[in-house]
């Protein structure tokens, strides 16, 4: 293979694999809701997803390492491909709380196969085929590949979903099945071979112990793992809290379509994002830089978001609208600034585990800060929520700048153009 060729299968497997998520990204909370759960038991369920990721981020990150990174990409096709079937038949049933715990934890599980494998699969192929560009631009073009599978799939969503809600999920659970042929046709490991023991307890207890030490005893990644609660506990409420938010401001709770809207719109935010990466040299030094601005200025404009529910519904629907599409900019800019930073101070023997205790951080945000954001939108408003979440989304703000002040050269915004063709 060719850096080339690389890159066109990374993309061809991030368009596939989010189209069939973001299938159910508009609608889930309407669905949860059209279940019969409360607003608290819908977020507590969503909890239990990033719970599940908790539980099993460090194994499934010890299985690509081991393993290999395909392998564990299938893996997450296959669970979530029974999961979502699972989560269609509690809907159909109406299923109590404790079932719909059970299976989003599952959920979870698929999504940390994906977690750590698919990014450390890429940075190890390019660097097998002699690849000499910046990576966070490849990262950017990822992005904006997500970005645009996004669109789709949330738009066809709410589309599909207007038509009855368990729609999509039929949708999802199809898709899933294109997505594990593509792997298994495309997506060979390059540039990495599996850690060699003489049992699997050996194997894995020699990942876990190389994983801590370039990983929490890793400076600049253990301040990596103090921020991610806040920035996906936050994240991921911002996100399917916005779905009742807009039908509250619109005024009307049955413009469905609207949902579908609200995700579209991080799409096209991350596709706009992903190909500003690379003009990002032209105004930074730092990546860390890059990331400090745009903590700074998500804060704000998650408690403006949160403030617009004060204003009269047309206009606090539109202020949301705008505010909401500058937020996903800014976050869809920096996350592969952080990305490429993380990726060049970690081994690649270890890299999937690690990348994996990072996102094990950030899911135990989810878990915690999911249910008390819902449960203050339960209590006050979901507007409140909003000025909650802006507030702990800038506690994060310490932790990058402890990782500027540390001044390592994986900090410096790449120079180089990285490779056009794909």
Do not use: C
């Amino acid at each position: 293979m060719t850096p080339e060729s690389v890159q066109r299968t990374y993309i061809t497997l991030i368009i596939l694999q989010t189209l069939a998520a973001s299938m159910i990204w508009g609608i889930n909370t309407l669905f949860l809701l059209d279940a019969g759960l409360s607003l608290t038991e819908a977020f507590i369920a969503n909890a239990a997803f990033t719970a599940g990721m908790v539980l099993f981020e460090v194994p499934t990150g010890v299985v690509a390492d081991a393993q290999g990174r395909r392998i564990s990409f299938m893996l997450g096709a296959a669970t979530l491909l029974v999961t979502t079937m699972a989560y269609l038949a509690l809907w159909y049933i109406e299923a109590g709380l404790v079932w719909w715990i059970l299976v989003s934890a599952l959920i979870g599980l698929g999504f940390t196969f994906f977690s750590g494998a698919t990014e450390a699969w890429l940075v190890d192929a390019l660097d097998a085929t002699g690849y000499q560009g910046a990576i966070e631009a490849v990262f950017g073009r990822g992005q904006t590949a997500t970005g645009a599978a996004t669109l789709v799939g949330t738009i066809l969503g709410g589309v599909l979903g207007t038509v009855s809600l368990g729609i999509p999920y039929v949708a999802r659970s199809v898709l899933l099945l294109v997505v594990i042929w593509a792997a298994y046709k495309w997506m060979h490991d390059l540039g990495f071979e599996p850690t060699k023991a003489d049992s699997i307890r050996e194997q894995v207890s020699i990942i876990i112990r190389d994983s801590i030490t370039y990983g929490i005893k890793n400076p600049p990644i253990r301040m990596f793992m103090f921020g991610a609660p806040f920035a996906m506990g936050v994240g991921i409420w911002v996100f399917y809290a916005f779905q009742p938010y807009l039908l509250e401001l619109f005024g009307d709770k049955t413009a469905i379509y609207l949902s579908g809207i609200a995700a579209a719109i991080f799409a096209v935010a991350q596709m706009v994002g992903g190909s500003l990466v690379p003009k990002m040299r032209r105004f930074f030094r730092s990546r860390t830089s890059i990331i400090i601005v745009e903590i700074t200025l998500g804060s704000a404009a998650l408690v403006a978001i949160g403030l617009a529910s004060l204003l009269n519904k047309p206009l606090g629907f539109w202020v949301a609208i705008v505010l909401l599409t500058f937020t996903a900019l800014v976050w869809a800019v920096s996350g592969p600034m952080q990305q490429a930073y993380m990726n060049e101070v970690i081994p690649s023997k270890q890299r999937a585990t690690v990348l994996s205790f990072v996102s094990l951080m950030g899911s135990t945000g989810g878990v915690v800060i999911q249910p008390a954001l819902g449960r203050v939108a339960d209590v006050y408003s979901l507007g409140t929520g909003y000025v909650v979440a802006g507030v702990l989304y800038a506690i994060r703000l310490p932790f990058i700048v402890a990782v500027k002040r540390m001044g390592l050269d994986a900090d410096e915004v790449a120079r180089t153009e990285a490779t056009e063709a794909l």
